[in-house]
């Protein structure tokens, strides 16, 4: 469980986790995998940040 301040709620609060897949093709047509965790703030829903992993997938 991911816990950080909400600037609504003005204290360190649990954060929800939701995972979105996207995938996008580079200049030469290799697919590149991006995996964005956005977090939201347990109690008031409001928005706190979001990561992103770019998965390469140039084994395939
Ligand atoms: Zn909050």
Do not use: Q
């Amino acid at each position: 469980m991911t816990r950080e301040y909400c600037p609504k709620c003005k204290t360190i609060k649990n954060l929800k986790v939701s995972t979105t897949k996207t995938t996008t093709k580079d200049k030469k047509g290799k697919i590149k995998e991006a995996v964005i965790n956005s977090y939201h703030c347990e109690e008031c829903n409001s928005f706190i940040k979001s990561d992103e992993d770019k998965v390469s997938l140039d084994n395939w």
